[in-house]
Nanobody, 123 residues
Framework: QVQLVESGGGLVQAGGSLRLSCVTSGNTFNNYAVGWFRQAPGKEREFVAAMSGSGGYTLSDSVKGRFTISRDHAKATVYLQMNSLKPEDTAVYYC?????????????????WGQGTQVTVSS
């Protein structure tokens, strides 16, 4: 059973930074793509970033130049570094995993999800 645990959320002022972590277990880390999604109140879940097991990645246009995604194979962990945060980045952030060598940007492609971590950016 694949398990994902997010951490690193919190309250930050606009312009600040946070680093989210997604620790995975129960899987062969290299064979899984991991994605980050976010959901603000009253809105649909939105793609943020994703990375394949081989290191390929993609970011949504709304976060390019501000967020980066990386993974530490030794720790089976994927990170989302968020810089220059804006109030519109406020949401619950989820990591998701799928056994694939591709990179999915659609939430329905992912079978495994973490519990989410709240990110709040004040203006």
């Amino acid at each position: 059973q694949v398990q994902l645990v997010e951490s690193g959320g919190g309250l930050v002022q606009a312009g600040g930074s946070l680093r989210l972590s997604c620790v995975t277990s129960g899987n062969t880390f290299n064979n899984y793509a991991v994605g980050w999604f976010r959901q603000a109140p009253g809105k649909e879940r939105e793609f943020v970033a994703a990375m394949s097991g081989s290191g390929g990645y993609t970011l949504s246009d709304s976060v390019k130049g501000r967020f980066t995604i990386s993974r530490d194979h030794a720790k089976a962990t994927v990170y989302l570094q968020m810089n220059s945060l804006k109030p519109e980045d406020t949401a619950v952030y989820y990591c998701a995993a799928e056994r694939t060598f591709l990179i999915w940007t659609t939430a329905t492609r992912y079978d495994y999800w973490g519990q989410g971590t709240q990110v709040t950016v004040s203006s």
